[in-house]
Structures are given as C-alpha cells and as structure tokens.
C-alpha cells in the first residue's frame, strides 16, 4: 500500500501545472532532483509511471491524471480540516480563497468582501481574478473555495447557486448623438463606433453574432484592457462602449458619461457562486456564501 505523503502530492500538482521540473522546483522552493526524487518514489511505489517525459517538459501520464484529480482533492480535504478545527479551538479563524471574474469585482465584490473581513478579522480572504470559465474550471480543480461568474458559463458537476444580476448599457459622453436617449436597442448602435474591452471578449463575440443577425456589424474603434481606460477614451469622444451599468455609476460625473440601458432580451446578465460541495465548505468557506447570498439587494436578484 502507497503511504500518502502531502509534500509529494503538493510537488507531483506543482509539475503538472508548471509542465517542466524545472519550473515546479522554483515554485515550491525547492532542488529539482528533489523533486525527480520524489516523482520517481511515487512512480515506484504505485508500479506504474505518472508522467510523460520529453524534450519539451512533462505531461501527466492517465495514471497521473488520476493521481492529480485526487491529489488535488486529498489536499484541499486536508486545509479544510485543519481550518475547521482552528476554527473550533480558536473560534472563527480561517482562510477562503475565491475566483471571480472582472464584472463582479468592478461591480460589487470588494465592498462585499470588505464587509466581511470586518465583521470576521480572524478570516483571511483572497481574492483572484479570471475569466468565468477559468473561474469554473479552477474551482472544480479545487484551486479555490467559491467562485463567481457568469451564469452562461455554467458547465460541469459543481454546484452553482444564482447570486445577482446586471444590466448592459450603452456608455456615451455628454457630446454623442445618443446621450439624449433614455433607452435603446443595441441595433441602433451599429451606426456608430465601439470601443471594445479585452476583458469583456465573449461579450464583444456576442455583440458581433447580435449585429450579423440585426443585418450590420459591430465597428470596434479601438480595444483597451480596462474599464479606466475606456471610460477616458469615451469622454474624449472615441466611441461608445457597451458595460454593465453596475460597473459605470460610479464613474459617470468624472468623466461625463451617460449611461443609456439596452431594451434587448440578452442585455440582462446573471452571476452565480460556485463550489464542489456547498456541504463539505470549512465553517469560513460557509460563513462567506451565506454573507455573500445574504447581502444581496432584492432589486439585484436573478
């Protein structure tokens, strides 16, 4: 029988993300023929190999896929219980890591988590953010607690609970041809330049799929990395961007903007909250999705 060793599990995780030993050994601070060392007694141990070795790194044998799913499980199942019982020895003590995507940590999230360390200081917080399909797909590895993302990427086995929802709009300077409207179809943007957020991707993919079938096609001007940017280059009258409302009402008297809510069925987006297991969360994990989910306004619900 293998004796499970969680330093040995941690570094055999640590090489299939990083693919090289090399680079696994950097990251856990380490020497790389320790970590070889390592992978070789786990290989011997089991009988079979774990990985596929080359000239270009290392590549999980399906022996090590399956070695990885379950590693990856044994130790978050092992950070949880020792959560759990500093939590009962020392009352509310412990650590949640979340994955969020940009919408909902322009939009909400920070005071949220705020919040919440506030009222829980012996709970360490850490927030990162991803795309929503990486924030699904680093959840169901066990990389984080909870995560939150679009309802549209729901996919897989975890558990995906509704949380809040947001409403697109069209964002214009006080200038622009639009700025009078106090609605619109997204139709009627078409004739008229889009400025494009890099983060935003699959939106600016569904904005050209919308257009093609209004029988136009989105103009993008320009795209930027963030919504700072944006907002500096729709103020100088660059073009129009289309953005959650929630992310834009607290920049609209800085830089002038007006915010025009779209009539369009898919202008309303939804987020959820991901988990593996709401049951088996640490008391902190559980104690930051019922502050999440409680917080919630009426006017913000799915």
Known sequence: MWHIDPVSLRLFIAVCEEGAISKASEREFIAPSAVS??????????????????????????????????????????????????????????????????????????????????????????????FSPDVVRGVAEGQADLGVCRKSMVSGDLEFIDYRSDHLAVVVNGDHPLAGRTQIAFAETLDYDHLGLSAYATLNAYMQRAAAQAGGEVRFRTHVSSFDAAYRLIHVGLGLGIFPSEAVSRYTDLFDLKVIPLTDDWALGQFVICVRDAEALSLSARRLLNHLLARVPASSMP
């Not at 390592?38 to 089991?46: K, Q």
């Not at 950070?79 to 909902?104: D, F, M, P, T």
């Open 37 to 130: 060392k390592r992978i070789a007694d786990i290989e011997a141990d089991i009988g079979t190999p774990m990985l596929l070795r080359s000239k270009k790194g290392v590549v999980p044998t399906p022996a090590g896929q399956a070695l990885l799913r379950h590693a990856r499980q044994l130790l978050r199942s092992m950070e949880r219980l020792q959560g759990e019982l500093s939590e009962y020895a020392e009352g509310a003590r412990g650590h949640v890591k979340i994955l969020a995507n940009v919408s909902s940590i322009i939009e909400f999230l920070p005071e949220e988590l705020s919040d919440f360390m506030l009222e829980n200081a012996h709970i360490h917080v850490d927030i990162e953010e991803r």
